[in-house]
DNA sequence: GGGTTTTTATTGACTCGTCAATCAATGAAA
DNA sequence: TTTCATTGATTGACGAGTCAATAAAAACCC
């Protein structure tokens, strides 16, 4: 019963499993059967259409960090203001999109991974410049040439709550890391008054 | 040859070899062969002693915790004041001892690890506590009641830094990362006058 | 002290599972 | 009849943990 045009689909559907599986486990270690049974197909297949298990986790990566760009985009088109639009890039990492249980755990893994595989540590690296580029622009408007350091704070920041709200509790909260990220950025703008 | 009382060294030699090859590797994915032959020992004896391949992990966790402990502990001992104190606090954790690449290394899988082993969470929120609570304590003479707020940012802040230091440069610079949490710091401190 | 037994240290060889990757085979559209 | 979709079965490698065997120190016994 092939049904032509189900590449797209299956990779789609690969991805999500990935996803899933990565945050049931919290590791890598998940077996490719696991991720293409979750997937509703054979493990063969999955090799078919991504040729390897690294592929395929390079490719779930990918899907994370675009999910998050484009949480990140959403909110900056409505923001108003140098200070509205970093609030929006704040709030955008920690929205239940991507504040999720399996998204941290992937999120781990890409860390750990981005050690040794340099598609990782690139992709990594673009999330990184592009958040201290929104950040830095719009600092600069708010706190002048203490901009780069303080983009620096903040963005460490996000990433260091990040890290420990999901490993805190049962349920991340996105709220106080949000009001955590936010409170330290008003004190980086009354600083430079 | 067996020279009686080997078992403490052996277990120690373990240990180290450990985060040498969590630091080269970058994983888990270390094989307990690999471990054993660093540690200059074969395979066997390393279950011998150790049982598994987990609790071989989980000791050198306990490890590298110790030592952080013990950095903490020695800074605080010469530390004047509650602001010498809380800048003790940063500078031990990004002291050369503590902010090597394979020290990073095994931090981040003791992260990946937290998520689904229970010994391995418990070991993180004790390193968590200890130091909210010496934040906590001497902010409180700095910042008020400010302090717990303050406390959160501030080992947020570390906790990123460290993350985006250990990744971002061939050699993490703590220098940089120090400079930057005291800052914060030193903002927490300017808004509580 | 000399002989025997227990304890500690140590490893090579082996077992047993697991898993990524491949392949040959099947079926259905084009 | 070519091309796409799909899988069960298989291969091949690797790796955790076990075991039996060796050796030497120590403890015990007369």
Redesign the pocket.
């Known amino acids: ?7 797209p689909i ?1 990779r789609a559907a690969l991805v999500d499993a990935t996803i899933t599986e990565i945050g049931k486990s919290g590791t890598l ?5 696991q991720i293409a049974k979750r997937a ?6 999955a ?2 259409y991504f ?4 592929q395929i986790f390079i490719a779930a990566m990918r899907h994370t960090l675009s999910l998050y760009g484009a949480g990140v985009r959403g909110a900056l088109a409505m923001a108003q203001g140098p200070r509205g639009r970093i609030e929006a890039v704040i709030r955008a990492g920690f929205s239940t999109t991507n504040f999720r249980r399996e998204v941290v755990a992937a999120w781990l893994n890409f860390y750990v991974l981005a050690q040794t595989n340099a598609e990782a540590r690139a992709l990594l690296l673009i999330y990184q410049n592009r958040m201290r580029s929104n950040l830095v622009h719009d600092l600069r408007q708010l706190v002048g040439d203490r901009a780069e350091g303080a983009a620096e704070r903040i963005a460490g920041l996000i990433d260091g709550l990040y890290l420990r709200e999901a490993l805190g509790r049962e349920i991340p909260s996105g709220e106080d890391a949000t009001r955590q990220v936010l409170e330290a950025l008003d004190l980086e703008i009354g600083a430079a008054q």
Chains 1, 2 share one sequence.
């Open positions: 019963m092939p049904k032509l045009g189900m590449e299956r270690d998940v077996t490719v059967s509703g197909m054979s493990s063969a297949l090799h078919h040729g390897s298990k690294e």
